[in-house]
C-alpha cells in the first residue's frame, strides 16, 4: 500500500508561483512511476505532469509545459511540482498518484491517489 499526501496549494495571483509536495509513504515509492493531475470544478481530471522512477525522464501536459517542472527526491520519498507563470485555467485540485508500470495519462491507469491541494489563481 502507498499513500500520498500533497501540500502546498494557496492562493496566487496570475504570473505567481506555487510549489506543490506531495509525501509518499509505505511500499518502496521510488519504484513507482509518479504523476500530477488536477481537476477543476464540473470538469474531469487531467494529466499535468509525470516522472519515472529514477527521475531521469519527465512528462508534461502541452498546457502546462515549459511553465511547470515535476522533480522526485527519493531519499526523501517526495515528488514535488514547481509551477511558475501561473494562469487562471491552472486553477483546480492538484492530486499527486503513483502507479506500477510505466508512463501513461489516463488517471484510470493509477494505482494511489492523494487527497488532492486546492490551487486558485486569480487576476
Known amino acids: 500500500q502507498v499513500q500520498l499526501v500533497e501540500s502546498g496549494g494557496g492562493l496566487v495571483q496570475a504570473g505567481g508561483s506555487l510549489r506543490l509536495s506531495c509525501a509518499a509513504s509505505?511500499?518502496?515509492?521510488?519504484?513507482?512511476?509518479m504523476g500530477w493531475f488536477r481537476q477543476a470544478p464540473g470538469k474531469e481530471r487531467t494529466f499535468v505532469a509525470a516522472?519515472?522512477?529514477?527521475?531521469?525522464?519527465?512528462y508534461y501536459a502541452d498546457s502546462v509545459k515549459g511553465r511547470f517542472t515535476i522533480s522526485r527526491d527519493n531519499a526523501k520519498n517526495t515528488v514535488d511540482l514547481q509551477m511558475n507563470s501561473l494562469k487562471l485555467e491552472d486553477t483546480a485540485v492538484y492530486y499527486c498518484?503513483?502507479?506500477?508500470?510505466?508512463?501513461?495519462?489516463?488517471?484510470?491507469?493509477?494505482?494511489?491517489w492523494g487527497q488532492g491541494t486546492q490551487v486558485t489563481v486569480s487576476s
Open positions: 498518484s503513483a502507479r506500477r508500470g510505466s508512463y501513461v495519462r489516463d488517471p484510470q491507469g493509477y494505482d494511489y
Open positions: 509505505g511500499r518502496i515509492v521510488n519504484t513507482y512511476f
Open positions: 516522472i519515472t522512477f529514477g527521475g531521469r525522464t519527465t
